[in-house]
């Protein structure tokens, strides 16, 4: 049995009521396959049947491991590496000036979104690079994803050669211990990282994540719909402190969804931030 437009159509909007994530007709064939792979494991053969099941059953459990098959998971250590430069050798040292003027060792950096855990352990090596004396600062990295598999995968901080083909030569030695064809993540950087199960359209959950400096999202918001684009951001914005920044992917505009942050220019870097 082929999965019809119609029903296609059903499932989207089930996913997008759950998630915020839209996928378009042009999707079709990739959502079909994952819901034929998971109604497989069921002993399903009928589209319908699933969708009545996902859509009544009062175990949450179904809804997940299906997010779990149809979330996006591509990433790799040091991704969009000019991106990174600027917060490190721009932003960030603005940053710290700001807060040790004020004489406050404390940064919370919020990585939305995370998958497997390569852009928010990214982040802590490059703070306990860049830091003046990271041993004494506080520091809180929280990453959050829809998808559990992929969470639980971050935690255990095991990569292979893919994921860390851009980290500079002196980081893999300092930060990774190589076993065979594998790398795991020193201890020191895992510890620095806390991961969570978060849906980003759960408006009760999203009240929770307060007084953030920085907020990495990036490469996530491209599979939401725009209503719900400039839902996540509005939470965001809540989010942040007042002159906290976000940080989108490239092919993601924050001033495309909404004015209520600010740009700002910082050595040649382009970055938005709440006023």
């Keep these: 049995m082929t999965l019809t437009a119609e029903l296609y159509g059903r499932y989207v909007e089930l996913i997008y009521k759950k998630t915020g994530m839209w996928f378009e007709n042009h999707k079709l064939y990739y959502v079909e396959k994952r819901l034929s792979e998971r109604m497989e494991e069921l002993n399903m053969t009928c589209y319908r049947d699933y969708y009545q099941f996902l859509k009544f059953s009062n175990d949450p459990a179904e809804m997940e491991l299906l997010i779990n098959r149809i979330t996006v998971n591509e990433t790799y250590f040091f991704r969009d590496f000019p991106q990174l430069a600027g917060f490190a050798e721009a932003v960030l040292p603005l940053m710290v000036r700001e807060k040790l003027a004020s004489g406050e060792k404390k940064l919370k950096i919020w990585s939305a979104g995370c998958s497997t855990g390569e852009e928010p352990y990214t982040l802590a090596i490059i703070l306990l690079e860049m830091l003046p004396e990271p041993n004494e600062w506080k520091i809180e990295i929280q990453a959050t994803d829809i998808n559990t598999r992929v969470l639980a995968a971050a935690r255990r901080g095991y990569y292979n050669s893919r994921s860390v083909k ?4 002196e980081y893999l030695e300092r930060y990774f211990t190589r076993r065979l064809d594998m790398y795991l993540l020193n201890l020191n950087v895992r510890s620095m990282v806390n991961f969570k199960y978060l849906n980003l359209m759960d408006q009760k959950e999203m009240k929770d994540q307060v007084g953030f400096d920085f907020i990495f999202c990036r490469n996530v918001l491209i599979y939401f ?12 914005y809540r989010s942040l402190r ?4 976000v940080y989108l992917g490239h092919s993601e505009s924050v001033g495309r969804i909404t004015e209520a942050f600010k740009m700002r220019r910082i050595d040649g870097n382009i970055v938005y931030y709440k006023p």
């Design 166 to 169: 851009d980290v500079p030569p």
């Design 225 to 236: 719909s725009n209503e719900s684009r400039l839902k996540v951001l509005e939470s965001y």
């Design 242 to 245: 007042s002159g906290g920044y």
